[in-house]
């Protein structure tokens, strides 16, 4: 949603958002998402971080360093929540 309406054309909504089908799509799917996000930070400039006309969504008027700032821990916080899961069921497993 980030990439598609602050750097994108904006039409994308939450219901076209769809599960790949299996864990190695996932994967690819990730990837290039992490890819094209990576891609979008490098692109940036220090003068397009204060800048606010790219940001619309999930908020606006804001700068874009501060959209970065929070993608950044949205997938950070993520990542934890995937990595506890593993873990409980991990855990669940040798009960």
Request: proline content about 3%.
């Amino acid at each position: 949603m980030a990439l598609d309406h602050n750097f994108g054309a904006a039409t994308l909504k939450r219901e076209d958002v769809r599960w790949p089908g299996d864990a190695e799509s996932v994967r690819q799917w990730i990837d290039d998402l992490k890819m094209r996000w990576t891609g979008t930070l490098q692109a940036t400039d220090d003068a397009e971080l204060a800048q606010t006309q790219l940001v619309r969504w999930p908020f606006q008027d804001r700068p874009l360093g501060e959209l970065f700032a929070w993608a950044n821990t949205e997938l950070t916080k993520s990542a934890a929540e995937i990595g506890y899961a593993r873990f409980l069921h991990g855990s669940r497993s040798s009960w």
